[in-house]
């Protein structure tokens, strides 16, 4: 009896396989490759192939295969994993790429110089290339063509339903920002705000719009316990980017997609989603995040910030006082001087003298702790409304109108506008309440309470609300007053 021929004996092949699902920003898993792709190794061990690895990405389209993260390793000239298989084995073209003809030939020519075979399943050992006689020759070229064609194909129908979906104000895709959860089903889907979103969103916000610095705002939500969107820690960064974001004012942005084509950047689409934001704060947040110190790095590189940075003054001239280290151990807070050419006084003092004497100071403050409470007015209500209306200027040129169409609006957004502050002169004022805070037992919080349950950066933070300055006296003894900025102020 004559044994089978296996028109694949005695060569190694991997396989140009694709993953089961694309992973998730932030996820490490490898997902398992499409069950076509083992039928491929199956196929081509029946052949007589022997199978050596597997280079599967979710990437592919028209990306070359030495732009992928999982088979460039394979097919890099300079590696060394090109030594150890003689073909590449794939269900379908497409697996190699859907790129056009010139794409093609980059590949063919990588192919011939490396001494590999191409290999698509197939009858008889498959459609290979090189090929072996003229039936290989033009199925390889028909196969290729049609790998393009279909990837056009797919793109085409992709952007038109996007550009169906947008055009009905649905959900297209896209990142789901932190807050939010996709809601409704496949070709109906919109964004939805989850409890999450609802309770820390404007706490963010709000923290941004005071001024506190991004880093500060991402510890504070790890020590919370909030978990971001993607990753597991928060930084400076995704805070910034939920700033920016229109999304929480209640406009998810995407790009217009005209005959087929994406405009990015040049028309822009809105879809209507509940905000978690009012505008006067989405505004008021972004302009803090606009004027916000730009340089380099501020602060301690190796070691903890200082206690009183950015709270402490020179009693002498009032300028701002630094934290300084000195022929490594002693360390002293010193003036600073003014800008735009600062010269201290020469006003010093051990960094340890002072923090304990605020120290004290705050752990003998019986001072009760007060909070200002907004009680809205009409006025509220029409700056809200100006408010979007300015959102609505400030994105004006990226709505792909027409410049007569631009201008038009413009110009009706301003006319609205103008009517709506002519009614702020009659409306009943907004105000604010300060009142106490309470404890769980009904009796007022005090300062001295407040600085003994917060760690250093809480501490930091509650100096923010005092002026602290320091000089010494005739007699070299320290003067250290500790004013509250709250305490003669009628708003926050």
């Not at 698509?120 to 459609?127: A, H, L, M, Q, T």
């Not at 063509?145 to 649905?170: H, T, V």
Request: with cysteine.
């Amino acid at each position: 009896m004559s044994t089978p021929k296996q028109p694949l004996a005695g060569i190694r092949f991997i396989v140009a396989a694709r993953q089961s699902r694309k992973p998730r920003a932030g996820e490490k898993v490898e997902f398992p490759i499409e069950a076509q792709d083992g039928r491929a190794r199956s196929w081509a061990e029946a052949e007589g192939g022997e199978c050596v690895g597997l280079a599967a990405d979710f990437k592919s389209g028209t990306v070359a295969p030495w732009d992928r993260p999982h088979t460039r390793e394979w097919v890099s000239e300079t590696g060394e994993k090109i030594h150890d298989y003689d073909a590449i084995v794939a269900t379908k073209t497409d697996r190699i790429s859907r790129g056009k003809d010139e794409d093609f030939s980059t590949i063919e020519a990588w192919a011939v110089r490396n001494q590999k075979k191409i290999i698509i399943v197939g009858p008889d050992g498959g459609i290979q290339y090189p090929a072996r006689h003229d039936s290989d020759f033009w199925q390889w070229t028909a196969t290729k063509r049609q790998a393009r064609l279909e990837w056009e194909s797919i793109r085409e129908r992709s952007m038109s339903r996007q550009a169906d979906l947008r055009a009905r104000g649905k959900l297209s895709g896209g990142a789901t920002p932190f807050g939010y959860d996709v809601s409704g089903t496949k070709y109906d889907k919109t964004l939805k705000p989850n409890d999450i979103g609802r309770e820390w969103v404007p706490q963010i916000f709000e923290r941004v719009k005071k001024g506190e610095p991004l880093a500060a705002i991402a510890k504070w939500l790890d020590s919370e316990g909030v978990k971001p969107r993607f990753g597991q820690k928060w930084s400076a960064k995704s805070i910034a980017q939920i700033i920016r974001n229109h999304t929480y004012v209640g406009q998810r942005k995407a790009d217009e997609i005209v005959n087929g084509k994406r405009l990015r950047g040049q028309g822009v689409i809105r879809i209507e989603v509940e905000p978690l934001v009012e505008p006067t704060l989405w505004l008021a947040a972004n302009n803090r995040l606009d004027n916000a110190p730009r340089g380099g790095r501020r602060g301690p590189k190796n070691w903890q910030p200082a206690l009183l940075t950015g709270t402490l003054f020179c009693g002498n001239c009032g300028a701002p006082m630094y934290r300084l280290k000195v022929r490594g151990e002693y360390v002293y807070y010193r003036c600073h001087g003014h800008l735009p050419q600062p010269r201290g006084c020469g006003t010093l003092v051990t960094e340890s003298l002072l923090d304990s004497i605020v120290d004290e100071s705050m752990r003998a403050n019986d001072m009760w702790v007060y909070e200002w409470t907004f009680e809205p007015g009409e006025e509220a209500q029409i700056q809200a409304e100006i408010d979007r209306i300015r959102l609505n200027l400030r994105d004006l040129p990226t709505s792909g109108l027409s410049d007569d169409d631009e201008d038009a609006e413009r110009e009706r957004l301003r006319a609205v506008r103008r009517e709506l502050e002519s009614q702020i002169a009659d409306a009943r004022p907004d105000r604010w309440e300060k009142g106490v805070v309470l404890k769980d037992d009904r009796t007022p919080l005090t300062e001295a309470e407040r600085w003994k349950n917060a760690d250093l950066d809480g501490r930091r933070l509650l100096l923010r609300e005092y002026r602290v300055t320091f000089a010494w006296s005739e007699e070299r003894t320290p003067i250290v007053t500790m004013a509250p900025l709250w305490a003669v102020s009628e708003t926050p």
